[in-house]
């Protein structure tokens, strides 16, 4: 590799064809001589190609870019290469040219001439390649080379990497690695090429500043920012005039927010223009700068000057961004939106200010759906961007565009992006009132709560005004949810709020307070306050021609049976608004409720001949009711083809109101009415059953359908959905819904539940006479039955000449009633309740034989029960006595059993005694005879002593036979206790003991009576062998223990005897 140049102030070149001492002499120390003079020379002595490279480095070293490239432009062909590694010295001339078309191509602005000069250089190192291509100097100017060309990253890290491999220490290698991890832009990447930085810094600690602005670079992007600026002073220090480490100083101050570092970063940013006026990023922070100065015009110029100035994307980007808000400040809406969009199409993916502004012009253009999309882009790259959630989520909440169910999905987006940015901030206002505007339609309880926590936090937290609006908005949420008190009281509060203002109402206060007036009116209205909500009315009409007001107290007066002052009112609100539809409506609604059927249709064919109302719903389904009320009158009814026209025109009506608002549950209703009008009950259920599951508060509906039960005679599910309407919807005390069920019942033949249901009834309406007469036929029918039964007893016809009694008396009252009273009651008719009366009193007349036949079919029952009972009596003192005989046989029985255990426990006591006899008559005979004997008494075990005859020595055990003789006498004992209860009793079978008894009395007769004397001395034969030689202890326990088995078999078990056996061994021990 050659050597490393140095600047000289003279370079001696040899003559041709002379001495070797004889020279030509260039001096550079006072001025450069003439290029054209040097290349006569160069050429004239044919000088070797290296002597073209000093040269031509001098002029380059002293600014004169022209003739250095000349010189070695020509060098190619002029200079000599006859001397030794003159491969290395044609490698260098090629890359010192190519690296200077390459910087020039870097300045070059115009496209054309940028690509001229990297043609340029790109054959120069393709030329080079092919004499040393794995030279480093070499490989380092190309890999430069990729790297400013921008899009061969990839082959330049390569070629850095092979450098670093064949030398680890070379710093432009390092610095080439370093640019490349630093573009990356990933934190790792970060930190690799602050590695490499400061590597570079180590290897040469008097390197260029750029190194250690790159190092602030770095520093800065993992967010340490003192270190950063550190770097960046230190880089100054070095060279004062390096712009990038005084733009890198200028951002920080900006950034730091602190008023004097601003102000120090906005003279760091002058200075560095000075330095260089055409730095892009320079340009683009001066325009920043300017257009919060609101220096429009600047702004303007600097920013398209720096669009002018670089090819950088990421610059041209900031800079159509700085000229498109420019745009959009000067409200210069379609130049703004141009370079916001340009702005966007440049390769800068994380660059979201533009998208920002490119939303707002959408909004602006009220193109929501595309302001939608666009900040959608902004927050898949800031998904937690408090400022995109806020818009997003409003955007989401006001659109109305598309089909039903895309604004559904809209408006959930809308509601869980807006309740993620209360969670982030739970106290930010504008997030609040948005969420709780959205819920008013969804989940008024919700947004109840929501607004009284932002209540809550104005007065608390911020210590601020609530404002009417939100005020109004609580009032207008406990109104719909029915609590009137609390509204009444909101609004109120949002009024005095208003009035508290005095004069300084503007124009859109003043509406507010028109509207919260009104809303205070409407709480009075449902409270029953009614003179304080038409004057409220009144007082709001003064002040301006409000409408609704003209309507509210038009409908007071309906509502007080003044339709005459009502009509009046409205048709003044007419002449102020000819084509209001409401006051249309509100008059067509009075002819309906007066059953004018024929001027109730004109005022709605006039409402949809209008060209704005010619899809009003309202009046569409009003025309369809008032063609199918025609279908009850009696003068429709008498010509079925004109009936069946009309139901026609109804289906019409309902059917259109379906298709423009296929949702509309009364359209649907009238339908299904129409359906069960003409017979067709199923399809009308069916109906009637998709509107309840559309909607639980729409009673009517569960009416229809219990109707419906009516008519298929399904009388039971009729009542239970009468009921289950009751209460829902709370109407226990709607009349009409008695009567419905009364009649249910009546035509189910449960006449005491009709009656009682009509009692009901007659509690809530005591003067209603269609009640009074319904109530007295069914008691005319009651009691008709009860009489005609020949088995009605006597309190049941006594009950039932009362209930004629009521009921004469009720026809009577109906038949005299006054013509005016019986007008309101038109299928009631005078004569027929006469006759009705007079019905009742003929039966009345029959009372008395009804009376005496129920009379005397109770006396006979009477008579009946009386012999009944005296049977039963007898029957039961027979069976008490018979109960008693069989007791006292019982008891019998048990006495017996009782005396004969007594028997059985006194005999084994003896039997257990009986081994205590001790013979007192010594033996007589001869020595054998008496050992014998004594040997035997020997082996006999005396039960009153546990020890018996036998006395060892103290320590010694007692021999084996002794102890398992006791052991089996304490069984013996403790069988015997175990027989007997404390009582006496052994627990058995009383029927099995009797058998054994029986048995026992057989085997052992009781010996005959012996004298005192003689007592204890005697053992009975039925125990003791006759032949005492014969006999032995042993055989009498045999004898005694198979008599004891036989009397106690069944009542101990093997094991029991086992378990019983150990304890008495452990008492022993």
């Known amino acids: 590799m050659s050597q490393k140049y140095i600047p000289k102030d003279a370079i001696s070149i040899p003559l041709k064809h002379t001495a070797e001492d004889e020279v030509i002499e260039i001096s550079f120390e006072d001025e450069l001589p003439d290029g054209e003079e040097v290349l006569q020379i160069l050429k004239g002595e044919r000088a070797a190609l290296h002597y073209w490279i000093d040269v031509s480095l001098e002029y380059y070293r002293r600014g004169n870019v022209i003739d250095f490239c000349r010189i070695l432009e020509l060098s190619g062909g002029d200079a000599s290469l006859d001397y030794q590694d003159y491969e290395k010295d044609q490698m260098r001339a090629l890359d010192l040219l190519a690296a200077f078309y390459v910087l020039q191509g870097n300045k070059e602005r115009n496209k054309e001439k940028k690509k001229e000069w990297f043609t340029k250089a790109t054959l120069l190192y393709t030329t080079a390649d092919k004499i040393i291509m794995y030279e480093l100097n070499h490989l380092l100017g190309r890999a430069y080379f990729c790297l400013l060309e921008g899009n061969k990253m990839d082959q330049a890290d390569a070629q850095f990497t092979f450098v670093l491999n064949q030398n680890d220490t070379n710093i432009p290698a390092m610095m080439g690695k370093a640019c490349i991890s630093f573009g990356k832009k990933q934190t790792q990447e970060y930190k690799l090429a602050l590695f490499y930085y400061k590597k570079c810094l180590k290897l040469n600690p008097n390197c260029p500043a750029d190194v250690r602005v790159g190092m602030g670079y770095c520093l800065a992007k993992l967010g340490k920012y003192e270190k950063a600026r550190m770097a960046f002073e230190r880089a100054l220090d070095l060279d004062p005039h390096n712009v990038q480490a005084i733009i890198a100083m200028a951002i920080l101050d900006m950034n730091s927010g602190e008023p004097a570092r601003i102000k120090h970063g906005i003279k760091s940013f002058s200075r560095a223009y000075q330095l260089e006026p055409e730095n892009p990023m320079v340009l683009n922070h001066l325009a920043n700068h300017f257009f919060f100065k609101d220096d429009l015009d600047k702004v303007e110029q600097l920013a398209w000057h720096a669009f002018q100035l670089t090819e950088n994307e990421a610059m041209r980007a900031e800079s159509c961004f700085q000229l498109a808000r420019c745009f959009h400040k000067k409200e210069d809406y379609d130049r703004a939106f141009r370079y916001y969009y340009q702005a966007t199409q440049f390769n800068h993916p994380k660059f979201v200010l533009p998208l920002y502004g490119l939303g707002q012009i959408y909004i602006h253009r009220e193109d929501y759906d595309n302001a939608i999309i666009t900040f959608e882009k902004i927050l898949k790259i800031t998904p937690n961007n408090f400022e995109t959630l806020k818009v997003l989520g409003s955007l989401y909440a006001h659109s109305d565009h598309g089909d039903s169910n895309q604004i559904t999905e809209r408006r959930e987006k809308a509601r869980e992006i807006l309740k993620k940015v209360i969670d982030m901030y739970p106290d930010d206002v504008e997030t609040l009132i948005e969420l709780a505007q959205l819920e008013e339609q969804h989940d008024p309880q919700n947004s109840l709560k929501i607004y009284l926590k932002l209540i809550h936090l104005l007065k608390e937290g911020i210590g601020a005004d609530v404002p009417a609006e939100v005020l109004n908005n609580v009032g207008s949420l406990y109104f719909a949810l029915g609590e009137y008190e609390k509204s009444k009281d909101y609004f109120d509060e949002a009024r005095n709020f208003l009035l508290a203002e005095g004069e300084n109402l503007n124009e859109e206060t003043s509406a507010m307070y028109v509207t919260i007036s009104y809303n205070l009116a409407r709480s009075y209205e449902v409270l029953c306050l009614y003179d304080k909500a038409e004057n409220l009315y009144k007082s709001i009409l003064r002040h301006r021609n409000y409408m609704d007001c003209f309507f509210r107290i038009g409908c007071l007066m309906r509502d007080r049976g003044d339709i005459h002052g009502a009509s009046v009112l409205f048709k003044e609100a ?61 003068r429709t009814k008498e010509e079925p083809d004109r009936m069946e026209k009309n139901r026609e025109r109804a289906m019409q009506m309902y059917v259109k109101a379906l298709k423009t608002r296929p949702r509309n549950i009364w359209a649907a209703h009238g339908i299904g009415c129409l359906l069960a009008q003409r017979g067709e009950f199923l399809e ?160 009345l007349k029959q009372a008395k034989t009804y009376l005496q036949r129920a009379q005397a079919k109770d006396d006979e029952e009477r008579k009946q029960k009386e012999r009944q009972e005296e049977e039963r009596l007898a029957l039961l003192r027979q069976k008490v006595e018979e109960e008693r005989l069989r007791r006292e046989e019982k008891e019998r029985e048990l006495e017996e059993l009782k005396q004969m255990r007594q028997h059985f426990v006194e005999k084994t006591k003896e039997i257990l005694r009986l081994p205590q006899i001790v013979e007192d008559k010594k033996g007589r005979g001869g020595g054998g005879g008496g050992r014998k004997r004594r040997e035997e008494r020997d082996e006999f075990v005396n039960d009153s002593s546990d020890m018996g005859d036998w006395v060892g020595q103290p320590g010694e055990e007692r021999p084996k036979k002794e102890k398992k003789d006791k052991s089996m006498r304490k069984r013996r004992e403790h069988r015997a206790r175990s027989m007997s209860s404390d009582d006496g009793f052994i627990v058995d079978d009383p029927r099995r003991l009797k058998k054994l008894a029986k048995k026992q009395k057989l085997k052992h007769k009781r010996p005959e009576d012996v004298p005192a004397r003689l007592k204890g001395k005697v053992k009975s034969k039925a125990y003791v062998s006759t032949t005492e030689s014969e006999s032995s202890e042993e055989d009498v326990r045999v004898n005694l223990s198979d008599e004891f088995k036989q009397l106690s078999s069944g009542i101990i078990s093997d094991e029991e005897e086992a378990e019983k056996e150990n304890e008495m061994d452990k008492e022993d021990r």
């Open 574 to 634: 007419m002449a102020d608004d000819p084509r209001s539809a409401t006051a249309w409506t509100l008059l067509g609604n009075m002819h309906m409720a007066k059953d004018e059927w024929g001027p109730a249709q004109k005022v709605f064919d006039l409402i949809l001949k209008q060209p704005e109302n010619k899809d009003d719903v309202y009046s569409i389904v009003s025309l369809g009711n008032i063609w199918m009320e025609t279908l009850f009158s009696s």
């Open 684 to 843: 009308a259920r069916d109906i009637f059953s998709q509107i309840r599951e559309a909607t639980a508060d729409f009673p009517d509906v569960w009416l229809n359908i219990a109707h419906i039960y009516m008519e298929l005679k399904q009388y039971v599910s009729a009542v239970q959905m009468y009921k289950n309407c009751m209460v829902k919807f709370n109407r226990h005390t709607d009349i009409n819904l008695l009567l419905y069920i009364a009649r249910a019942y009546w035509r189910a033949g449960k006449l005491e539940d009709c009656r009682d249901w009509l009692e009901k009834s007659l509690i809530e309406a005591p003067d209603n006479l269609m009640i009074k007469y319904n109530h007295a036929v069914l008691l005319q029918r009651m009691a008709t039955k009860v009489l005609q039964e020949e088995k009605s007893t006597l309190s049941a016809v006594t009950g039932a000449v009362e209930d004629l009694k009521t009921a004469e008396r009720i026809f009577t009252d109906i038949s005299t009633a006054s013509q005016e009273i019986m007008l309101r009651y038109r299928y009631l008719s005078r004569t027929a309740c006469g006759n009705e009366a007079r019905a009742c009193d003929d039966l």
